[in-house]
């Protein structure tokens, strides 16, 4: 298995079919704002879902929340006089995350998938209640989510749920506003939810599948520019690239060892650097000596994750699911497919990765700065130093952010604490799983930013030898807006322009037109 994610941004419409997209069609319309359209395929689905389910109502059948109570109230049957006022109830009571706000893109995210879980045929939703999520997905309107206390399911997706029936609120202008103006004013009219849609718009791991996808895609770029940061680093260090031989990488039996590798090899090709230090020294310390094999296990981390998530993602998270049966009837199922555990535990694994490759990371760019490590290059990477500290802050920076990510690895899916007066005993805390994945891979993203930034400087300290041509391409662009640092000036927008570079990809594009994509 291979993977790449940089197509995400050139996707402009995604067509829903089966509701199988992939993780580049999940994020074009999350992050990206890619226009959305159901096939006829999936419309078929949904409606001959719902006219079953309205068949079971009509004969009178007893179904958990439709026409029953939720949780431990499932003891309670609800009339269906009763039932819509049952669905509104579930999002009103339920809206009680707290805290900071979700994103845009985290939003939309939930919002996607919740689609994706209800479009698959299963929930008995309407058509017209997920078409009303679709225009607002085109439109880009957003709903305002607190975004802290979930244990894994119905408070965020009640947030956004309260906006589809025009209660809630919606950005404008970048401030939340109460929805229902908003929603006139762009011809729709606010969702008045039936029977079983309140506990499908906010059931199931629709905030937990949803926020692990944007942990998965922010992990595999940060990933990528691991390695191009390496590559930067291991000619700064001027290491000895016989540690890449592939008869040393062959001999150990992991793919992504090799992979990373062989990357590192493609990415220095043609180094003078690398060629003239090739045989300067017996073997080099850890941080070079073991990069591939320490990019490849957290690779193979990320690898795993994306199985799993992206799995979720293709699964029916709901409770009750409705299925089809050859007579023409069919049977509505109670059971326990909203537990997050398999998300929560890999978007656990996804914040492990970070710690792991980061903590490598940093561990560079320290040695580089470091003059009792650095193998002659002047301390701090600036000249005249004592009047400048070059390069010493940074490093901090870097430390401090490796050091919060190495917290952020433990294990959210380790706890559970029951709710529901003891029904829902255990919870799979997997919301904070994927939260926290999300900020991991963040942090990551600009730890190999400083990395590339202090490695960029040493290399200039080693002219007039040259970097590779893939490499050259980093230092070229970089350098139309980065300065080499002669004394002391403010760091701060230099580091988020490279930060920028590395999130949107801009250079794993240029490596890739020069040696071809970089292997996962």
Do not use: W
Not at 115 to 128: T, W
Not at 139 to 156: C, I, K, Q, R, W
Request: negative net charge.
């Amino acid at each position: 298995m291979n993977i790449s994610v940089k197509q995400a941004r050139s996707i402009s419409k995604v067509v829903l079919s089966d509701c199988m997209a992939t993780l580049e069609e999940f994020i074009a319309v999350a992050k990206y704002g890619a226009e959305l359209e159901f096939s006829p395929v999936m419309q078929k689905a949904v409606r001959d879902n719902r006219l079953l389910l309205e068949k079971f109502l009509e004969e009178g059948r007893i179904i958990y929340g439709v026409t029953t109570g939720f949780g431990e109230n499932v003891r309670y049957i609800i009339s269906p006089e009763e039932a819509s006022k049952l669905q509104e109830n579930i999002i009103r009571s339920t809206g009680c995350t707290v805290g900071e706000p979700l994103s845009r893109e985290q939003t939309r995210a939930i919002m996607l998938m919740t689609i994706l879980n209800a479009g698959k045929g299963h929930s008995g939703i309407r058509l017209e209640t997920l078409e009303l999520i679709r225009q607002m997905l085109n439109l880009d309107l957003v709903p305002f989510v607190p975004g802290e206390g979930s244990v894994g399911y119905l408070s965020a997706e009640a947030h956004i749920a309260m906006a589809y029936i025009g209660e809630g609120k919606l950005y404008q202008d970048g401030k939340p506003v109460p929805a229902g103006p908003v929603l006139a004013a762009h011809g729709l009219t606010p969702l008045k939810p039936s029977y079983k849609e309140g506990l499908t718009m906010t059931n199931g791991t629709l905030s937990v599948t949803a926020l692990g996808l944007l942990a998965l895609y922010e992990s595999i770029v940060a990933m990528q520019n691991v390695e191009i940061a390496g590559g930067l680093c291991y000619e700064a260090l001027r290491g000895t690239v016989k540690a890449l031989d592939p008869r040393i990488h062959g001999a150990k039996k992991h793919l992504e060892q090799i992979h990373s590798a062989s990357n590192l090899r493609r990415l220095l090709n043609g180094s003078e650097i690398c060629e003239q230090y090739r045989d300067a020294k017996i073997q080099d310390a850890y941080v070079l000596r073991c990069m591939a094999q320490i990019h490849g296990a957290a690779k193979k981390l990320v690898k795993e994750a994306y199985e799993s998530i992206l799995n979720e993602m293709h699964s029916v998270s709901d409770n009750p699911e409705i299925f089809a049966l050859e007579n023409g009837d069919g049977e509505a199922l109670m059971s326990g497919n909203f537990d997050g555990s398999f998300v929560g535990a890999h978007a656990d694994m996804l914040a492990l990765a970070a710690a792991i490759v980061g903590n490598l990371v940093e561990r560079g760019t320290d040695r580089m700065v470091n003059r009792n490590l650095n193998d002659g290059l002047p301390a701090f990477l600036v000249q005249n130093p004592g009047l400048n500290d070059g390069f010493m802050m940074p490093q901090y920076t870097s430390a401090a952010l490796v050091s919060e990510i190495k917290h952020l690895a433990n294990p959210a899916t380790s706890d559970s604490i029951p709710t529901c007066a003891n029904q829902e005993d255990p919870v799979s805390m997997a919301y904070f799983a994927s939260q926290k994945a999300i900020v991991s891979a963040r942090k990551l993203q600009y730890v190999t930013a400083i990395e590339i930034y202090v490695a960029l400087q040493a290399l200039d300290f080693l002219k007039p030898l040259h970097s590779s041509p893939a490499l050259a391409k980093v230092r070229n662009l970089i350098r139309q807006a980065v300065p080499f640092v002669e004394e002391d000036r403010y760091l701060y927008p230099d580091i988020e322009y490279i930060f920028d570079r590395v999130r949107d990809c801009t250079l794993i594009d240029l490596v890739e037109q020069e040696i071809g994509a970089l292997e996962f």
